[in-house]
């Protein structure tokens, strides 16, 4: 994934990749980790900048 805060949307298997955690975890904890995400109809979508944020807040 590329820094600076884009606006991408990435799929939960994307986010998972990302996070070296399963996609089920990320469909599971998003609203715990304070992530919002974005529907694509009935599909989850988050920004590639609120999981910039996420780390920065809880991993940085």
């Known amino acids: ?3 600076g805060g884009s606006n991408q949307l990435l799929t939960p298997e ?3 990749k990302w996070l ?3 996609a089920s975890t990320v ?3 998003y609203q715990a980790w304070g992530l919002k995400p974005q529907r694509v ?3 989850l979508r988050f920004r590639e900048r ?3 944020a996420y780390l920065d807040r809880n991993h940085g």
């Open 27 to 29: 469909r599971n904890r």
């Open 41 to 43: 109809g009935r599909l």
């Open 50 to 52: 609120d999981i910039e």
């Open 1 to 3: 994934m590329t820094r």
């Open 20 to 22: 070296k955690v399963s």
């Open 14 to 16: 994307e986010v998972a």
